[in-house]
């Protein structure tokens, strides 16, 4: 009896095996740890087309996940939403977009004001056209008149560009990039896709508000400005982990503040679940603790 029961259930082994193996290979691995991904360090930089003439480009920076740039080919010229974090690394995208398109860059929205995304923008076009927010202005000392509205079409000929502020989030200064007929998003540092939420600079509350407006927009890809540039169904589901993910750090610093802790023992006994595992939380986790204390004790303007 036993003897016959052996290989059929040996084979419904197999066959579970087969099938398991066949799901894996065909769903892409959610993370921003490159390897992880299936992608080797030589594999980059990458330009990910997105639309007609919309391009995603993913860089790495240090420590090893994707600095993320977004450049429209219009009739008219070329527009870049962020830069990359150094002058090699940006001259190297300018180079990436000249296989693409002759045209001159025309045009650079300041989605991030940080280095890593504008650290190489002294090798942009000396006559580029900045739209950035009057924080992100003060903030880059940039000698360009700044937004007096939190919308503003950029004419690059052909493709309407739209940036938005849609609040305070990443730096205080966040612009996303909406490009409503081609339903796609580019929110810079807004959406750090499968990153720590990393707070240096930020406002904890205000930033899930501004991605509960950007998931109200109509949408169908959302890109991130670091981790990786994910397919249209992903970008959404991926966005909402992504907030998901910063209700959770907020709801945990929150739960320690309320114990009575110190910001430093706070740092200590912060338990991030599934979160800890996402790129940067060793060197995020304090720093968003510190930050969301100064939230709670209403020490942030
Ligand atoms: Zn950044």
Redesign the pocket.
């Known amino acids: 009896m036993f003897e016959t029961f052996r290989p059929a259930r040996s084979a419904w082994i197999a066959v579970l095996v087969v099938l398991t193996l066949a799901a894996t290979a065909s769903a892409q691995v959610r993370t921003a740890f490159p390897e992880k991904r299936g992608f080797k360090l030589t594999d980059f930089p990458r330009t990910v087309k997105l639309a007609d003439n919309v391009y995603g480009y993913e860089d790495i920076?240090q420590p090893g996940f994707t600095?993320v740039s977004l450049f429209v080919v219009g009739n008219d010229g070329v527009l870049i939403v962020d830069g990359q974090?150094s002058v090699g690394a940006t001259r190297k995208m300018l180079g990436e977009i000249a296989k693409v398109t002759s045209k001159p860059v025309k045009w650079y929205i300041v989605g991030?004001d940080?280095g890593?995304?504008t650290a190489g923008n002294s090798v942009l076009p000396k006559d580029i056209t900045y739209v950035v927010t009057p924080f992100s202005k003060a903030q880059m000392k940039l000698d360009a008149p700044a937004m007096t509205d939190d919308k503003q079409v950029i004419a690059v000929g052909g493709i309407e560009v739209q940036a938005l502020y849609l609040g305070r989030a990443?730096t205080g200064g966040d612009l996303v990039a909406y490009l409503p007929k081609q339903k796609i998003l580019f929110m810079s540092?807004v959406y750090?896709n499968r990153v720590f939420p990393?707070m240096r600079s930020a406002f904890p509350t205000e930033w899930v508000t501004v991605i509960d407006k950007a998931l109200k927009l109509d949408v169908d890809r959302f890109v991130p400005?670091?981790g990786f540039i994910e397919e249209p169904k992903a970008s959404r589901e991926e966005l909402i982990e992504y907030q998901k993910a910063m209700r959770a750090v907020i709801a945990e610093v929150n739960r320690l503040h309320k114990l009575g802790l110190s910001a430093d023992d706070a740092v200590k006994q912060a338990n991030w679940g599934p979160y800890k595992e996402w790129f940067l939380s060793e060197q995020q986790g304090p720093i968003a603790v510190r930050k969301i204390y100064e939230e709670i004790e209403g020490k942030l303007k």
Do not use: F, Q, V, W
């Open positions: 920076r600095t974090g991030s940080h890593d995304h990443h540092e750090l990393a400005g670091h």
